[in-house]
């Protein structure tokens, strides 16, 4: 699976959109961008995927730089409840079955 | 609740003992995953069954034994563990191995090794 890098750690106010950063320079045609998210104490739960195109869903927004080198997490109004590890993967839609999580980064929301 | 269910909670099992793990979906899901999760670390990924047939195994070694009899369960047998193996087990399920499917996970089995 090819390389993301994300800062470790952000920062948001309460009831602000947010924009989490993921940066994929060796992304392959093949690669669907995925998000998942791990709130304390709790196992990681998917947040969005796509491949080219932004995407949209109930619970954030998924922005995709034309070149797809990067992708951007957009979660429109953050609650306390979004406080959470952000983990921007990468899969080969080739069968291969790897979910392989790095160090994601770490959301504070400030009230 | 993710439809992924996964017991114990939390287990404290000394280096001489024998436990199992249990993770159990009713999703529909053809592949199963165990990941650990220590302290400060990235989740690592253990194994992967795919349609009950094991189709990843990360160097793990020998004292974790896993087991899928069926589409629905998938157990992760100890032995004679560390305390070093002390972290989060973490079972996982998607539909199939696809890369455009979501994986639901479970709240994970808290481990200590005494």
């Known amino acids: 699976d090819a390389k993301t890098t994300q800062p470790n750690s952000m920062e948001s106010n309460e009831e602000e959109p947010v924009h989490l950063p993921c940066n994929h320079s060796?992304?392959?045609?093949?690669?669907?961008i995925h998000w998942y998210r791990q709130l304390p104490s709790q196992g990681p739960e998917y947040v969005i995927h796509?491949?080219?195109s932004n995407v949209n869903n109930r619970m954030a927004s998924l922005a995709i730089a034309e070149d797809r080198k990067s992708s951007t997490l957009i979660l429109h109004r953050a609650t306390l409840r979004d406080a959470a590890v952000y983990y921007c993967i990468l899969r080969d839609w080739r069968g291969n079955e790897k979910l392989t999580f790095g160090t994601g980064t770490r959301l504070t929301i400030i009230p | 609740e993710t439809g992924v269910t996964q017991t114990p909670r939390h287990l404290v099992m000394g280096m001489t003992n024998k436990k199992s793990l249990k993770c159990e979906q009713h999703l529909g899901h053809n592949a199963m995953y165990w990941y650990k999760q220590s302290a400060k670390k990235p989740l690592e990924l253990m194994f992967v069954y795919s349609l009950e047939e094991r189709v990843e195994n990360n160097s793990v070694p020998s004292r974790f034994s896993p087991e899928c009899p069926n589409s629905s369960h998938l157990f992760l047998h100890l032995h004679t563990l560390q305390p070093e193996d002390s972290a989060l087990y973490l079972c996982?399920?998607?539909?199939?191995?696809?890369?455009?499917?979501?994986?639901?996970f479970g709240q994970g089995t808290r481990l200590t090794v005494v």
């Open positions: 060796t992304i392959s045609g093949t690669d669907y």
């Open positions: 796509g491949l080219t």
């Open positions: 996982a399920s998607s539909q199939d191995p696809a890369a455009n499917t979501e994986a639901f």
